[in-house]
């Protein structure tokens, strides 16, 4: 038999468990688009708003994206880059500003590639881009990740910070699991 009677401890445990569930934003996937790459698409933008939320990155123009759904999200974003004559890729990609540190970061997303890696010329591209832009913090969202010749194109560029991720990697918000403690930065005293 179970034992239903539960101690304090447990009480305020799944008491913190039901509050964390509801404080948390899952994206709205619907039957139809389940183990999809259009719902892979959409958690990965999902993931990459509330990161860069998270880092105090200016989202604001972003968080109605939040209470989409897959169809609405593909139906908007296509339609977006037809208007704009860009592909969804470039709709996707962006800059942001973070008002504490006087900072933008790029977040460039990779166009889908045939055979699934990045072509050099693309590299090539994004990297003129963010040259113009002066931009010095890329986030770099792709399929797959980058293979050897990528990266050791990027590392002749020591003044930029890249961060690479993959849709996998961002199709979940790691911070957000219940077993993963709250990230916050350190301060310059804590880093001492």
Do not use: C
Not at 151 to 159: M, R, S, V
Not at 178 to 185: D, G, L, R
């Amino acid at each position: 038999m179970f034992n239903i009677n539960k101690t304090k401890s447990e009480k305020s445990f799944v008491h913190f468990d039901e509050q964390l569930k509801m404080d948390i934003k899952y994206p709205t996937i619907e039957p139809q688009f389940k183990n999809t790459f259009s719902s892979l698409l959409f958690k990965v933008k999902f993931h990459q708003i509330e990161m860069l939320t998270d880092r105090g990155y200016d989202t604001s123009d972003e968080q109605m994206l939040l209470t989409w759904n897959v169809s609405y999200f593909i139906d908007t974003m296509t339609d977006l880059a037809k208007k704009a004559e860009k592909t969804l890729y470039q709709v996707l990609s962006r800059s942001y500003y973070n008002k504490h540190t006087e900072k933008n970061i790029y977040v460039h997303f990779f166009e889908r590639e045939k055979d699934g890696q990045i072509k050099m010329d693309t590299i090539k591209n994004m990297l003129t881009l963010i040259k113009s832009k002066n931009y010095f913090d890329i986030i770099l969202i792709s399929e797959n990740a980058l293979n050897t010749t990528n990266e050791l194109t990027l590392d002749k560029f020591p003044a930029y910070n890249f961060e690479q991720f993959n849709y996998h990697t961002l199709a979940i918000n790691i911070t957000k699991h219940i077993m993963v403690p709250k990230h916050e930065p350190l301060d310059q005293t804590q880093k001492k």
